[in-house]
């Protein structure tokens, strides 16, 4: 059966994490069980752009502070990886979010190395029932002996989840990214791109910081909840199966997880998963806000509601009084539809990526009910539902 561990952990002081990392690691047969001295370990950490540690969108750096330097102690060499989404002057800004996330600073205390996945090259990979058969992904993840995944606990306003299983679409390095958006607008199409990643490679533990989680609109939108939990695993979907439900979400909530599920990448059912550590049930995050689009992802599949909820859509809209024209959105967006001089959005187009949202570095692009009367009946019909 796949094993979750749950340890509280309060604070980041580097102590504590690493007092909690080891006790929770003791229940899945201790560090030696997967590490061993002189192997190289890839920490694949949640980099999603730059921002700081204390806005809770990426893995917090003194958690991977304190995971490289146990590695180091046992004879690891360490490297800290990911590439970040989006463009600036159209090349993305992953360089910039390890100076910022405050990973570049760690890595050089610690005597790691950065792995800026958009500068290491690539390896083509097969992928079976794809559109054209292989994908490029990061070559670190193949040539190192171990790859530990570093996912947050985060919500995401369009995929609802981000946890262990989406973590692995920062291997598909730089622009690149913006091509599987367009090549799979639908979250399901999507999820497929993220199992097939998954398929193509071996990760053999995830270890996700959710002391400090975001909530509402991740996954860098949001606001930072206190959850105080690390979660353990050698199971994404198990892990990610638990953390959701923590915050009030169901697998079939989350098309991403549900296609893993499908895909039989994990554990699914949370009455099979075994929890260890500090909990032998699932604790629950009270008042932990869901991003807004919530209500429209869990009615989508009730008849008549899915053709209704074209009326009641949510969609992106910049907000010209916090707008600062850095055109991230513009050259970030996969399909082109955002006008450069107006910020205009064309929503013949738009493929409802959120993409433009999740990088905006102002929160300039907002979500909006397209119809003040949607709205209203939105919030009627969900506090009917309550
Ligand atoms: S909406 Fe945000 S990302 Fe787009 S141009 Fe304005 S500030 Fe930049
Ligand atoms: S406008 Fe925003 S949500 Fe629409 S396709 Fe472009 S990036 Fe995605």
């Known amino acids: 059966m796949a094993r979750v561990v749950i340890k509280e952990c309060g604070t980041y002081q580097i102590e504590q994490v690493t007092e909690q990392l080891n006790a929770g690691m003791e229940c899945l047969g201790g560090w030696d069980a997967f590490v061993k001295p002189g192997m190289t370990v890839l920490l694949k950490v949640n980099l999603i752009g730059p921002k700081s540690p204390d806005t809770a969108a990426v893995t917090h750096s003194e958690f991977v502070r304190a995971i490289t330097r146990i590695l180091k102690q046992r004879g690891c060499t360490v490297w800290i990886g990911d590439s970040s989404g989006g463009a600036i002057a159209g090349t993305a800004p992953t360089e910039q979010s390890f100076v910022v996330s405050g990973l570049k600073h760690v890595a050089k205390e610690e005597g790691a190395q950065i792995k800026n996945f958009d500068r290491e090259g690539v390896k083509e990979v097969s992928i079976q029932n794809s559109s054209n058969g292989r994908m490029h992904l990061s070559k670190p993840v193949f040539q190192a002996d171990l790859v530990i995944n570093l996912p947050k606990l985060k919500t995401h306003s369009a995929a609802m989840f981000t946890g262990a299983v989406k973590n692995v679409f920062g291997l598909v390095p730089g622009l690149k990214k913006a091509d599987y958006h367009r090549i799979a607008p639908s979250p399901e199409e999507f999820g497929q791109v993220i199992a097939n990643i998954h398929k193509a490679i071996s990760i053999e533990l995830h270890i996700m910081d959710g002391i400090m989680a975001m909530q509402g609109e ?107 024209h850095c055109n991230i959105c513009v050259e970030s967006c996969p399909v082109q539809v955002i006008d450069q001089a107006t910020k205009a959005i064309d929503y013949s187009g738009c493929i409802e990526c959120m993409c433009c949202h999740e990088l905006c570095g102002y929160q300039a692009v907002e979500l909006c009910k397209d119809n003040p009367l949607a709205g209203l009946l939105m919030r009627v019909y969900g506090a009917l539902r309550r």
């Open 218 to 324: 991740g996954p860098t939108a949001g606001t930072v909840y206190k959850a105080n939990k690390i979660l353990i695993s050698t199971d994404p979907v198990a892990l990610d199966a638990i953390a959701s439900k923590m915050i009030g979400l169901e697998i079939d909530d989350i098309p991403i997880l549900a296609v893993a599920r499908d895909e039989m990448l994990g554990e699914a059912d949370v009455g099979r998963i075994v929890l260890m550590g500090d909990y032998q049930s699932c604790p629950r995050l009270e008042g932990f806000r869901l991003p807004r689009y919530i209500r429209r992802f869990k009615l989508r599949n009730y008849g008549f509601v899915s053709t209704t909820l074209e009326f009641l859509k949510t969609r992106p809209r910049i907000n010209l009084e916090k707008c600062q």
